[in-house]
């Protein structure tokens, strides 16, 4: 008799066993779907990177793909704001008053044009891809551009090698992108 007391005690012991990893299991799933509503309910952020204005967040954010996206920092000054912000001292005086002379041929700054025209005829001929560089230009002169931007950086940018993160090298054309996106154009 003892013999088949313990195979039913161990029997026993095994159900047990059973029924409390059955519990906690029925515990896990009826608490995970009491959370799906809750998790659902929370409101996600679209695009954790989608108002960044520095390169690096701009191109692995979409931003480069989709330059329409208004940034809510501050818009850098673009070439409207610029074609106007010079004084009779022949100089271009806006904020920050980057101390430029208007008479600047745009060869001078971009070394790979051949373009002798001055910066206030470049800005004075509408928006296009080289008013949108004068405009950056002057801003990173006058300070009031994003920071870690360069003269430097914007020269590698119109010569189609700026890199705003390892791996990745933008053409003119993308940098151009991203320059309208920081003047809200």
Request: charged share 15%; no cysteine; aromatic share 8%.
């Amino acid at each position: 008799m003892e013999p088949n007391n313990k195979m039913d005690h161990i029997e026993q012991s095994k159900d047990e066993a059973e029924t409390v990893k059955s519990e906690g299991r029925r515990k896990l799933v009826q608490g995970g779907m009491l959370a799906v509503p809750v998790l659902m309910a929370l409101k996600s952020t679209p695009a954790l990177a989608v108002n960044v204005k520095q390169p690096s967040g701009f191109s692995t954010s979409g931003n480069l793909s989709n330059p329409s996206v208004v940034a809510a920092a501050d818009r850098a000054n673009g070439p409207v704001y610029w074609v106007s912000a010079y004084g009779n001292n022949n100089k271009f005086n806006g904020t920050g008053n980057p101390g430029v002379r208007t008479d600047t041929t745009f060869n001078s700054i971009f070394t790979t044009s051949s373009d002798t025209t001055s910066l206030l005829a470049v800005l004075q001929s509408g928006i296009n891809t080289q008013s949108v560089f004068v405009s950056a230009y002057l801003d990173v002169r006058a300070n009031g551009f994003v920071p870690g931007i360069t003269v430097s950086k914007l020269q590698d940018m119109w010569n189609g090698n700026f890199s705003p993160v390892l791996g990745i090298t933008w053409t003119r054309a993308d940098s151009e992108t991203y320059l309208r996106y920081t003047m809200g154009l």
